[in-house]
């Protein structure tokens, strides 16, 4: 799985060491184990999905690339939707503090079971709406989401420190999703339009 990411752009030692650490096979159900290297999105209940490992190991690539690269790694990051646990456990090995929030309760516990084995001190599981983000651990020098909305909440803006990163799918008009990257600079906000993205719609409130 690895060598297919570098070899298809991915270039971050960082982000390919996470990607070869983490173990995905125990983040799938059973029945779906003999696919959880295959390069495709997988369900895991609720309606959710954990996304490729190329989605996974791209976004993460993009957040070590604004802070990352100048200081061999990223501070305190803040995931919104953390799904079954895959890409916390990720991000737990390329920043110093992981901050994710999960609005679905089966989730949340689903995560919580997944990430126990591997006693990340670093991660903190948070049961809440996203859309709000995390007010308590900002200003973040990373913010990264897993399920896109039609706009970028105000709230996620606010909690991204001076000179950091947001990573969001995001959805146009006519519902195509893509990849918008946020830098928060002295000057404003600088916004980037990437590749086609598909992600689980963006939800407010919890469940």
């Not at 604004?66 to 995931?79: F, I, M, Y």
């Not at 980037?192 to 939800?203: G, N, Q, R, T």
Request: hydrophobic share 45%.
């Amino acid at each position: 799985m690895v060598q297919k990411l570098a070899a298809g752009g991915i270039c971050a030692p960082s982000v390919l060491q996470a990607m070869s650490v983490v173990e995905r096979h125990r983040f799938v159900d059973s029945a779906l184990v003999n696919q959880a290297y295959e390069d495709t999105s997988l369900p895991i209940g609720l309606a959710q999905t954990i996304s490729k490992p190329s989605v996974v190991a791209r976004m993460c690539e993009l957040l070590v690339g604004a802070e990352g690269a100048r200081t061999g790694g990223l501070g305190r990051v803040l995931e919104i939707g953390t799904g079954c646990g895959y890409q916390a456990a990720v991000l737990s090995h390329i920043a110093r503090e992981v901050y994710t929030v999960e609005r679905l309760r089966g989730l949340h516990e689903k995560a919580r079971d997944n990430l126990r084995h591997l006693r990340l001190a670093n991660v903190h599981l948070l049961f809440g709406d996203g859309m709000q983000g995390y007010a308590k651990g900002a200003p973040y020098a990373a913010i990264i989401a897993a399920a896109g909305g039609e706009a970028v909440p105000q709230a996620w803006c606010d909690q991204l420190a001076m000179g950091g990163r947001l990573v969001a799918p995001m959805a146009l008009v006519g519902g195509q999703q893509v990849l918008l990257v946020i830098d928060k600079t002295a000057h404003g906000l600088k916004q980037s339009v990437l590749e086609p993205v598909h992600f689980v719609p963006l939800k407010s409130g919890i469940a």
